[in-house]
């Protein structure tokens, strides 16, 4: 009765979720080599490396893009890539209701490291603007379906189920009972080839999940991270030691706004560096290279992002660098974030995001992850085979029941044997 409900339940959820893992699955193929192929697409937007000269540092980056652009609040300048420097605006207020209004003409702005001078801009996954948006057009469909928020929560939804479904899948490839156990097991890890289509299929659903299962689940699970937030911080703190990044919010909205900070652009570096130096000595870390310089007007708190031993990302530091934040007026430090050796939520989440982002173990897992959405992919379509044979059997079945409670049975069985020998089937 319990397997005959998991049976039900794997199934269902399955089916349901097909058609989104299949977009989200292929999508992430591509997104493994997200960087090289924006080089192919946008080489524009990347500058010419300069051997043996040093980049400017990122209060000369910032300066240099609020000169560029005059009618916006430079938010951050950021080290994305070696020959990249990726800047971003704070979002005009709108005088009309005092809140953030909407970005109209370009959010990204992009800067040569080494001369501060630009080299492109663009509105982040507008497909309108061309090739040079097509990698983030590929990273909104993946994250969002480019339905904005309401495509996010879906996949949100999408990203419960599928955790949940791991484990389900995986109960249902374990023996009916305890004898022979393993040797009964070991099957479900094989597939024979020799067999027809449908034990091929059955066969390579079963021992892909198996093999893959460890991986999948952190994909899954990875992914209520990004999308449903909330039920991620809720089980994450009732598992693990874990500081929420919720805390860092609540610390902003209890602080009051402040459009014009005190300290500049150079200032806060200054502070950033002396703070980190401080600080790499008090808690046992160390500085590696800056990262990225940003201001947040909500809360009046600058960010200077830096790479240090702590880290878990060897490439573009996306949810996995370490963070200080302090005071935009007297510099005060306000909060320090580890992404590993302080708490074992924020390192189980930092390799979350690493390992989703293949921010870690170089071109292999590259190569590894976009292989994974291949084989997610022939999860999905072998499942629903799966479904419609054992459909299609179960509806014959009917049939041959209907038939002999009504003396029709020699009548369907003469018309299988006449398709059979024409070639012919329904």
């Known amino acids: ?25 292929l999508s992430g193929s591509l997104l493994a080599f997200n960087t090289e192929l924006e080089r192919v697409f946008a080489p524009q937007l990347f500058a010419e490396p300069r051997a043996g000269v040093p980049p400017l540092d990122l209060a000369a980056l910032a300066q240099s893009a609020q000169g560029i652009v005059l009618d916006r609040r430079v938010a951050s300048v950021l080290y994305a890539e070696p020959d990249q420097i990726l800047v971003s605006f704070a979002r005009p207020m709108d005088p009309a209701t005092g809140k953030p209004g ?11 490291p080494w001369t501060g001078k630009e080299l492109g801009r663009r509105m982040r996954g507008d497909i309108s603007e061309g090739l040079v948006n097509l990698m983030p057009f590929i990273y909104k469909l993946h994250w969002t ?44 890890w094989l597939v024979k080839w020799r067999g027809g289509a449908y034990r091929v299929n059955l066969d390579l659903h ?45 610390d902003m909205m209890a602080r009051r706004p ?40 909500m809360g009046g708190l600058y960010s200077y ?38 708490h074992v939520g924020n390192t189980v989440e ?23 959405g291949l084989f997610v992919t022939l999860l999905s379509v072998t499942g629903v085979y799966i479904w419609w044979k054992k459909r299609r059997a179960r509806k ?3 049939n041959h029941s209907t038939a002999r409670s009504t003396g029709e049975e020699p009548r369907l069985e003469a018309d299988a044997r006449t398709r059979a020998a024409t070639g012919h089937s329904r």
């Open 258 to 297: 402040n459009d014009a900070p005190a300290l500049d652009w150079r200032a806060a570096q200054a502070i950033g560096e002396r703070l980190a130096a401080e600080l790499a000595e008090q808690r046992g870390f160390k500085v590696v290279a800056p990262l990225s310089l940003g201001y947040s007007p």
């Open 396 to 398: 014959l079945s009917t």
């Open 305 to 342: 992002q830096i790479r240090t031993d702590r880290d878990v990302f060897e490439r573009s530091p996306k949810g996995g660098s370490t963070s200080i934040f302090f005071d935009g007026d007297d510099g005060s430090l306000v909060r320090l974030h580890l992404p590993t050796g302080e």
């Open 1 to 25: 009765m319990i397997r005959s409900f998991f049976v039900f339940l794997h199934r269902w959820i399955g089916l349901a979720m097909t058609g989104f893992l299949v977009v989200v699955a």
């Open 102 to 112: 909407e970005v109209t003409g370009f959010d990204q702005l992009f800067l040569d």
């Open 145 to 188: 379906l480019v339905l904005g928020p309401l495509g996010a929560f879906t996949l949100g939804i999408v990203a419960i189920a599928w955790s949940i479904d791991c484990f389900v899948g995986f109960y249902l490839t374990l023996p009916n009972s305890l004898g022979g156990f393993f040797r009964r097991w070991k099957t479900a």
């Open 206 to 250: 079963r021992a892909s999940g198996l093999w893959l299962w460890p991986m999948l689940f952190v994909f899954a699970w990875s992914s209520v991270l990004f999308n449903m937030k909330p039920v991620y911080f809720w089980v994450t703190e009732r598992v693990f030691d874990y500081q929420s990044p919720m805390a860092l919010m609540k």
């Open 350 to 372: 930092s390799w979350l995001y690493a390992l989703h982002m293949t921010r870690v173990f170089g071109r292999p897992f590259q190569i590894f992850v976009c292989a994974l």
